[in-house]
């Protein structure tokens, strides 16, 4: 199993900014595909920004322009740079990562699907 923990989240006053930290560990992984999603209580789950297979890079509209994904692939961290927050970006946020991972000693390939445990933004007005 791949594990996810993540950090970075708080209380920002709107226009403020916040880094949000997620780092993979476990055994024999490779990752795929790296993505942020977030939540509001009562309201489905929404992908806020992905690094997809393809490299695409992906962000939500309400997004694009303030939020920044990137990843470290020696440090298997992936980071969600958050300038000039609103209240409406108030949310817990969580950290989703695919890939597959190599079990031994048969080597087979298993795909994988984690989530971090997720990390509140709240953001004042």
């Known amino acids: 199993q791949v594990q996810l923990v993540e950090s970075g989240g708080g209380l920002v006053q709107a226009g403020g900014s916040l880094r949000l930290s997620c780092v993979a560990s476990?055994?024999?992984?490779?990752?795929?595909?790296v993505a942020w999603y977030r939540q509001v209580s009562g309201k489905e789950r929404e992908r806020v920004a992905a690094?997809?297979?393809?490299?695409?890079?992906y962000y939500l509209d309400s997004v694009k322009g303030r939020f920044t994904i990137s990843r470290d692939n020696a440090k298997n961290t992936v980071f969600l740079q958050m300038d000039r927050l609103r209240p409406d970006d108030t949310a817990v946020y969580y950290c989703?990562?695919?890939?597959?991972?190599?079990?031994?000693?048969?080597?087979?390939?298993?795909?994988?699907?984690?989530w971090g445990q997720g990390t509140q933004v709240t953001v004042s007005s």
């Open positions: 476990g055994r024999n992984f490779n990752i795929n595909a």
């Open positions: 989703n990562v695919e890939g597959f991972q190599m079990n031994l000693p048969t080597t087979r390939l298993t795909d994988f699907n984690s």
């Open positions: 690094i997809p297979r393809d490299g695409k890079i």
